[in-house]
């Protein structure tokens, strides 16, 4: 890289920074999830605004190839394994009883009902979804994948501005999303390692010594992915306790938070040396780390690096820290910078795809918690909640872009259905807020007390 490229990136990410924070800024205060603020952000610097008024100033700041560009797609992957470590460790199922009777009912249905109707869609008509890389049967797990995501992040966001986290509510919610979007991980792993096999560059073991045929390629995927997610619940917290703890652990003493980012980025690579994705591997390196640090405190034991225990709240705050005030942003942007609105944006395609994605969603979730006994309001508010797609959904569209299994156009819409449900989410829970807030558990049905001004 030489001086005029260090110069040029530099200012590309002053200018990425700024317009991350200053647009994720508005957003919050129109009281609206900051992530939308950030990709509005990136595209107002991509082809779709800046491109169009000023196509020289954007080619000299963010030039389509080079060093600069390198650089930026380097920390746009750093920003996204940052996103899914931090993911992994919000992770915890805590609802019990019969609110877990009802999460378990609704996950089912809320996640069977949306994927088997975004696949069939898909297998109905592929060349709508599918890219240069896409076959039918990846491109309609993709599409029942992006049917049927929930995001945890932004619903968590959303849940404890309005203060309903700590909930009857907030915790069937978070129980619905953590099982969705475990099993929806496990499968997308899949579907990108069939992608990947066969294509001629090698990247695990699986394309070192395995055979391109789609049945045995299928079979290894789904194996090595749920023996990694199995192996790292059941093995992971005391295996990251354990390497914390020991003596010749010298960076887990000297900084807490420099030994965790090094377990992620180890996780990462044994999940590329398996042939396995790897925002599967940071998902399940923030689990693994986060119920280490959850045992430890719970034992009453530290497990012997630098943070005594009741300082690990504190160490994962430094990484939230540094995480969205520098790579997460940068990525939401670089995401939006990458939608080209002008081109790849078809009004009737994002119309009727969010229709029925928004309907099916919607409507399985709320048929379900009735079917489980739940008040009307209770079960529209879950549905609305559960139908957030955020920034998994952005997570999705983008490495199934990258992985060339979509198009550009459904690329585009994917991106904008995810932000455009978080929006409908805020906005449905915020009128429900106060009476949801009173849910309790009284009998056959769960009765809402309040006023009625949360309809």
Aim: charge should be positive; glycine fraction near 12%; aromatic fraction near 8%.
């Amino acid at each position: 890289m030489t001086a005029i490229d260090t110069i040029r990136l530099l200012a590309a990410l002053a200018v990425i920074c700024a317009a991350a924070h200053g647009c994720g800024y508005l957003f919050g205060a129109l009281r609206q999830p900051p992530v939308i603020g950030e990709v509005v952000g990136g595209i107002l610097m991509g082809p779709s605004l800046l491109g169009l008024l000023a196509p020289g100033a954007r080619a000299a700041l963010f030039p389509a190839s080079g060093a600069v560009t390198s650089a930026l797609d380097a920390i746009y992957q750093l920003g996204q394994l940052l996103l899914m470590f931090l993911a992994g460790a919000e992770l915890r199922i805590r609802a019990g009883g019969r609110e877990r009777r009802t999460g378990t009912i609704v996950a089912a249905a809320g996640l069977l009902a949306p994927f088997a109707a975004g696949a069939g869609i898909a297998a109905l008509f592929p060349g709508v979804f599918s890219g240069p890389a896409g076959s039918t049967v990846t491109t309609a797990l993709v599409v029942g994948l992006a049917m049927a995501v929930a995001a945890i992040p932004v619903i968590s966001r959303i849940m404890m501005d309005l203060k309903v986290m700590d909930t009857a509510f907030g915790r069937i919610v978070l129980m619905v999303a953590v099982v969705e979007d475990v099993i929806l991980y496990v499968v997308l792993a899949v579907v990108l390692g069939l992608a990947r096999s066969g294509t001629g560059h090698p990247s695990g073991l699986w394309d070192v010594v395995g055979t391109t045929a789609v049945a045995p390629t299928a079979a290894y995927f789904t194996a090595v992915s749920l023996l990694f997610f199995a192996g790292s619940l059941t093995r992971g917290a005391r295996l990251f306790r354990r390497v914390a703890g020991h003596r010749a652990n010298i960076v887990a003493r000297q900084s807490p938070v420099a030994f965790r980012l090094i377990f992620l980025c180890v996780m990462v690579l044994l999940c590329l040396g398996l042939g396995i994705n790897a925002v599967f591997g940071a998902l399940m390196a923030g689990v693994c780390a986060a119920r280490g640090d959850q045992g430890a405190v719970g034992d009453g034991q530290a497990v012997g690096d630098g943070a005594a225990v009741e300082d690990r709240p504190a160490v994962w705050e430094a990484i939230r820290q540094f995480s969205m005030a520098f790579f997460i942003p940068v990525f939401f942007v670089l995401v939006g910078m990458r939608l080209d609105l002008v081109r790849a944006f078809d009004p009737l395609f994002f119309l009727w795809f969010l229709t029925l994605a928004c309907g099916i969603k919607t409507f399985s979730v709320w048929a379900a918690a009735r079917l489980a006994g739940e008040d009307p309001l209770f079960s529209s508010s879950l549905a609305f909640a559960l139908n957030a797609r955020g920034t998994i959904g952005i997570v999705l569209a983008g490495v199934t872009r990258q992985a060339e299994l979509i198009n550009d156009r459904f690329f585009v819409v994917l991106v904008l259905v995810s932000l455009v449900t978080c929006q409908i989410a805020g906005f449905r829970l915020s009128r429900a807020a106060d009476r949801l807030r009173t849910a309790t558990v009284t009998g056959p049905r769960r009765q809402l007390r309040g006023t009625r001004a949360g309809r």
